[in-house]
């Protein structure tokens, strides 16, 4: 219920600008959420880029973000599994804007060594109400939040398969000042 009242009471316009770093968002949240963990026998990995410059954004909903795609990671590992969150920084163009220039952006990684998002599925996950989680408690809302508070920060979300398997979600925040 509270994913749904999030996604119809999302706001319009621009979300509160404030400097943050994801470095200490990233920090936050895997304390936050170190109970889940231990209890779904997940091993994690954080690693934070140093210098990572600022984004201009609301730290509680990027933290929001970070927390969906931390859960959902949990989640696609019934059985244990290596949940990795990584920050980085990346000089590249926006999708679609390839003529544009380069412009530098913070990304954080969310990996996980689960089932993997089907190639049949990858481009409706980001849909609102779609959930490959029927009957397991899953409203299709996680996501779409997700996507939606990125897009309100001026960023969007990439998905890739793992490298050993599961899927990678990137999210790509424009970069501001240095830390």
Not at 31 to 40: C, I, R, V, Y
């Amino acid at each position: 219920i509270q994913r749904l009242l999030d996604f119809a009471r999302r706001k319009v316009g621009a979300a509160p600008r404030a400097a943050v770093s994801l470095n200490e968002v990233t920090l936050t949240t895997m304390e936050l959420l170190a109970g889940q963990f231990s209890s779904h026998r997940v091993k994690t990995r954080l690693s934070r880029a140093e210098g990572l410059p600022r984004v201009a954004g609301d730290a509680d909903r990027l933290q929001q973000v970070l927390i969906n795609l931390v859960l959902n990671g949990v989640q696609a590992m019934a059985g244990g599994g290596t949940l990795e969150v990584e920050t980085s920084r990346s000089h590249r163009h926006r999708p679609g804007l390839e003529d544009a220039p380069a412009q530098d952006f913070v990304v954080v990684a969310v990996s996980d060594t689960g089932a993997g998002i089907p190639a049949d599925v990858r481009d409706k996950i980001f849909d609102p109400f779609f959930t490959t989680k029927e009957g397991s408690g899953g409203t299709g809302l996680g996501l779409a939040v997700c996507a939606g508070i990125v897009k309100e920060h001026d960023g969007w979300i990439e998905v890739d398969d793992g490298a050993t398997g599961g899927a990678v979600f990137r999210v790509y925040l424009p970069a501001t000042t240095a830390s």
